[in-house]
Structure formats: C-alpha cells, structure tokens
C-alpha cells in the first residue's frame, strides 16, 4: 500500500453490555466486527492509521488508528 491508497478496514471492535445479564448470556455474545474505510497514512507492527475528511494533500482533520491485533482484513479500493 502507498500512502493515501484508499482502503476499507475490516476489525473486531470492543464492546460494553449494560445492566443484569446472566454470565452466560455474556459469554455466548458475538463479537461485533467494523468496517472503516479511508485514506492509508501508515502502519508499523502494533497499528495501522487512516484519515478521513482531507482537505488538499496533506491536511487531514480525523484520524483513526486501529491496533493490529483487531484487523481482520485491509482491502486496497479502486
């Protein structure tokens, strides 16, 4: 990947339950998964960073990094 390649990141995301739920009901909840797309800035070992809502080439009002160990796919888009 080349930086500002567009790409779709597909990653398991945390979740939080609220209120009584039995233990068992929790255990058996699936995880949910995410789709992120955006503009390929950089990676390294622990993560990957897109940015979004760019304005010219090289200013970038939101990021989003994703620790590796949550990816379960990067797709490059046309």
Same mark, same amino acid.
């Given at each position: 990947?080349? *930086?500002?390649? #567009?790409? &779709? *990141? &597909?990653?398991?995301?945390?979740? /939080?339950?609220?209120? @009584?739920?039995?233990? %068992?009901?929790?255990? $058996?909840? #699936?995880?949910? /998964?995410?789709? /992120?797309?955006?503009? @390929?800035?950089?990676? %390294? ?5 897109? $940015?979004?809502?760019? @304005?010219? &080439?090289? %200013? /970038?009002?939101? @990021? ?8 379960? #796919?990067? #797709?490059?888009?046309?």
């Amino acid at each position: 990947m080349k *930086v500002r390649d #567009k790409i &779709e *990141v &597909e990653w398991v995301d945390a979740q /939080t339950l609220e209120g @009584f739920i039995p233990f %068992d009901e929790v255990m $058996s909840t #699936k995880l949910i /998964t995410a789709n /992120t797309c955006g503009y @390929f800035i950089g990676q %390294d070992k622990e993560k990957i960073v897109i $940015s979004f809502m760019n @304005f010219g &080439e090289y %200013d /970038t009002k939101y @990021f989003q990094i994703i620790p590796r160990v949550l990816i379960k #796919k990067i #797709k490059v888009l046309r």
